[in-house]
């Protein structure tokens, strides 16, 4: 193991552990020289080098380096460095740790070379990515990350599964691109689970929306974009995903627009944006890789923004549900600036990132005269920018003009923005630097166009004055949206009954029946006359429908029915006397 | 206000339209692809579709109160 082949993981996953040794004051400061040294370690890693363990009969590749893992390791190890600034001002140890557990372990799946690595690096990101939800410490939270938690374990069980039967039907555990078996769907199905395809979508807007302010920036960044990078590695050029894809871009936008929380709105946009990667993963070309790879990189920048700039508000005002909000553009207008960058961005506006990454999966749908891909994919632009550019700020910075009064907000918040804001307009301006460490080099794509300037502008331009004319139309209520959550939410109760509740039922009614039968027993065996008298008084009293004969008389002395001691004594003597004729006669 | 915004985009959208006329190239043909300002028409019709369809499968089938989950807790 030498600088040239370390998993970066282990430096990111190393500083988790550090940190719970560290005092409370240095680790903010900790946790941002992590990510530095894990970039520069990537630097040092060298195209090709492999760090193999033996393990009983196989080999564990730790760490297998290629441009596609070092495109997703580079965006990853940014993200943990942005995410640890803007959440600088956080103390909240489990946060901290967590988070880089997070990172550490999604960088482990990148790098990962074999398929037993990949499942408990993926294990781990489960696990680690809960706490996030959880640190929020309410209800809701803790509802949403135990359903979170079980999905995600549902789906490292089929994983497993897969990887299991991939094993013994080819005998390799190599991590490389799979061909058409069970046991390749059977992994196909997890990727998507943790990509968020529909139907395996719920869980995504669930959690997301109940994570801490600055956990959920993480949230947003890696779960779904590690599954677009196992995807690109395992299926590139699965048809069936590039349909899945696109729709799931189309799903994500209509789900969006029905959403009331404001975080809840941008999770759906992150299963419509990963429908961009998923679908250009399906495509399979070296062009849509590199668009896939490249719609990451940029995603996982904004879509931090939004989440940050949607955080800040929420900070704030301690709340992001749009029927509450509106009118902050006087008192928050710094988080308006970043979010709108963030929200340019994702909608493909010129200048800005999302313009040269999402354009570069269209345009591979285009040259696979893919005419229904590509109409999907610019509804979703649509529909990206309808939500996000317009919907999103309208409701939150103007519409109605409410009452709330910001708390201020660290300045660390606003210098994570700012660091984001300025990464996403630098991709936007010179595509080059995010071209360059693209898995199929060189790029020969260019975004800036005539052709795609004008297509964009005016789609961005007529989504504006369609927004526009309907606005009046539009207002935000206090609602959920029903999804495929609802396909384990709602039995959950019925399950719940039938396993918990009616099982609890039938073990206090035998209980009761086992108390009442040691109840007879005692009081027959302590007077047993008496008890026969009186059993015999209340038969009498069923049968002849008297009322006084059952009730027990007033003078009803149990004593009057035992058997008297002269009695008994006479009866042991009688028997004795009997014993003895016997003994001596007989 | 609002009307001042549109002023500057109907504008800016004909110009874009006029554009469209002379300085698009198409490197793949598609249906679309003759017709000048096709993303114009597809923007607002796509946009008020979506917003259409998502408004009635709300209003319709998935839109529900806030407590639809929560209602037959026991703890909460």
């Known amino acids: 193991m030498t600088i040239h082949n370390l998993p970066p993981a282990f430096i990111i996953i190393g500083g988790a552990l550090l940190l719970i040794l560290l005092p409370r004051k240095a680790r903010p400061y900790a946790y941002l020289l992590f990510p530095v040294l894990a970039f520069a370690l990537l630097l040092s890693l060298e195209q090709g080098a492999t760090l193999t363990v033996p393990f009983l009969n196989y080999e564990l590749v730790l760490c297998r380096v290629?441009?596609?893992?070092?495109?997703?390791?580079?965006?990853?190890?940014?993200?943990?460095?942005?995410?640890?600034?803007?959440?600088?001002?956080?103390?909240?140890?489990?946060?901290?740790?967590?988070?880089?557990?997070?990172?550490?372990?999604?960088?482990?799946?990148?790098?990962?070379?074999?398929?037993?690595?990949?499942i408990v690096y993926w294990e781990l990101m489960a696990v680690s990515s809960v706490c996030l939800v959880w640190a929020r410490r309410t209800p809701e939270a803790r509802?949403?990350?135990?359903?979170?938690?079980?999905?995600?374990?549902?789906?490292?069980?089929v994983l497993m599964a897969g990887i299991l039967l991939h094993m013994q039907q080819t005998g390799s555990i190599a991590f490389t691109h799979f061909g058409a078996s069970i046991a390749s769907y059977l992994i196909m199905v997890s990727f998507c689970l943790n990509a968020a395809v529909p139907p395996l979508n719920g869980w995504l807007p669930d959690a997301y929306p109940e994570g801490t302010v600055t956990g959920s920036v993480f949230l947003?960044?890696?779960?779904?974009?590690?599954?677009?990078?196992?995807?690109?590695?395992?299926?590139?050029?699965?048809?069936?995903?590039?349909?899945?894809?696109?729709?799931?871009?189309?799903?994500?936008?209509?789900?969006?627009?029905?959403?009331?929380?404001?975080?809840?709105?941008?999770?759906?946009?992150?299963?419509?944006?990963?429908?961009?990667?998923?679908?250009?993963?399906?495509?399979?070309?070296?062009?849509?890789?590199?668009?896939?790879?490249?719609h990451a990189f940029a995603h996982i920048l904004y879509k931090g923004l939004l989440f940050m700039g949607?955080?800040?508000?929420?900070?704030?005002?301690?709340?992001?549900?749009?029927?509450?909000?509106?009118?902050?553009?006087?008192?928050?207008?710094?988080?308006?600036?970043?979010?709108?960058?963030?929200?340019?961005?994702?909608?493909?506006?010129?200048?800005?990132?999302?313009?040269?990454?999402?354009?570069?999966?269209?345009?591979?749908?285009?040259?696979?005269?893919?005419?229904?891909?590509?109409?999907?994919?610019?509804?979703?632009?649509?529909?990206?920018?309808?939500?996000?550019?317009?919907?999103?700020?309208?409701?939150?910075?103007?519409?109605?003009?409410?009452?709330?009064?910001?708390?201020?907000?660290?300045?660390?918040?606003?210098?994570?923005?700012?660091?984001?804001?300025?990464?996403?307009?630098?991709?936007?301006?010179?595509?080059?630097?995010?071209?360059?460490?693209?898995?199929?080099?060189?790029?020969?794509?260019?975004?800036?166009?005539?052709?795609?300037?004008?297509?964009?502008?005016?789609?961005?331009?007529?989504?504006?004055?369609?927004?526009?004319?309907?606005?009046?139309?539009?207002?935000?209520?206090?609602?959920?949206?029903?999804?495929?959550?609802?396909?384990?939410?709602?039995?959950?109760?019925?399950?719940?009954?039938?396993?918990?509740?009616?099982?609890?039922?039938?073990?206090?009614?035998?209980?009761?029946?086992?108390?009442?039968?040691?109840?007879?027993?005692?009081?027959?065996?302590?007077?047993p006359p008496g008890y026969l008298v009186q059993a015999s008084r209340e038969l009498r009293g069923i049968f002849t429908g008297s009322e006084d004969l059952r009730r027990e008389p007033d003078t009803f002395n149990p004593d009057r029915y035992r058997i008297s001691l002269g009695l008994m004594a006479f009866v042991v003597l009688l028997s004795l006397v009997i014993l003895m004729f016997w003994y001596f006669f007989v | 206000m609002m009307r001042k915004w549109l002023l500057i985009t109907v504008p800016v959208a004909v110009l874009f339209i006029i554009l469209d006329l002379f300085l698009a190239e198409h490197h793949v043909h598609f249906l679309w692809s003759g017709i000048p300002g096709f993303f114009s028409l597809f923007g607002v019709i796509g946009c008020l579709?979506?917003?259409?369809?998502?408004?009635?499968?709300?209003?319709?089938?998935?839109?529900?109160?806030?407590?639809?989950?929560?209602r037959d807790d026991d703890d909460s």
């Not at chain 1, 995010?434 to 789609?459: D, G, K, R, W």
């Open chain 1, 66 to 118: 290629d441009r596609l893992s070092m495109a997703f390791a580079y965006v990853f190890v940014i993200m943990c460095f942005l995410g640890g600034v803007y959440g600088f001002h956080v103390k909240d140890l489990l946060q901290q740790v967590a988070s880089l557990l997070y990172v550490g372990s999604s960088l482990g799946v990148v790098f990962a070379g074999d398929l037993v690595t990949l």
């Open chain 1, 143 to 157: 509802k949403a990350g135990y359903r979170y938690i079980l999905v995600h374990v549902f789906g490292g069980s």
């Open chain 1, 220 to 294: 947003s960044a890696f779960t779904t974009k590690v599954a677009v990078y196992a995807l690109a590695r395992g299926f590139a050029g699965f048809e069936i995903l590039m349909w899945a894809g696109a729709i799931m871009a189309v799903y994500g936008v209509v789900f969006a627009f029905l959403s009331n929380d404001g975080r809840r709105l941008l999770a759906y946009h992150i299963i419509s944006q990963v429908g961009y990667m998923v679908c250009g993963v399906g495509i399979g070309t070296a062009v849509a890789i590199n668009g896939a790879t490249a």
């Open chain 1, 310 to 527: 949607i955080g800040t508000v929420l900070y704030a005002t301690g709340t992001a549900k749009l029927d509450h909000l509106g009118g902050l553009v006087g008192r928050m207008k710094w988080a308006l600036v970043f979010f709108m960058v963030g929200a340019f961005s994702i909608s493909g506006v010129p200048l800005f990132s999302g313009f040269v990454s999402k354009s570069m999966v269209i345009f591979a749908a285009e040259e696979g005269h893919l005419a229904a891909v590509v109409l999907l994919l610019n509804l979703a632009s649509v529909g990206t920018f309808l939500s996000i550019g317009l919907k999103l700020p309208y409701f939150t910075w103007f519409s109605k003009e409410t009452d709330i009064k910001p708390q201020p907000v660290p300045l660390n918040m606003y210098i994570g923005m700012a660091l984001t804001s300025a990464l996403c307009i630098a991709i936007g301006v010179y595509p080059s630097l995010l071209y360059n460490i693209l898995p199929n080099v060189p790029v020969h794509y260019q975004p800036y166009s005539a052709t795609h300037l004008l297509e964009t502008m005016q789609l961005l331009i007529f989504t504006f004055l369609g927004f526009w004319l309907v606005l009046d139309k539009i207002h935000m209520h206090a609602t959920i949206t029903l999804d495929t959550d609802w396909f384990y939410r709602r039995p959950s109760r019925f399950a719940y009954y039938a396993f918990s509740v009616s099982i609890c039922n039938l073990f206090g009614h035998i209980e009761r029946l086992a108390l009442l039968a040691v109840k007879v027993t005692v009081e027959a065996s302590t007077n």
């Open chain 2, 49 to 70: 579709l979506l917003i259409g369809l998502a408004m009635a499968l709300g209003a319709y089938w998935l839109q529900r109160e806030e407590d639809y989950y929560e």
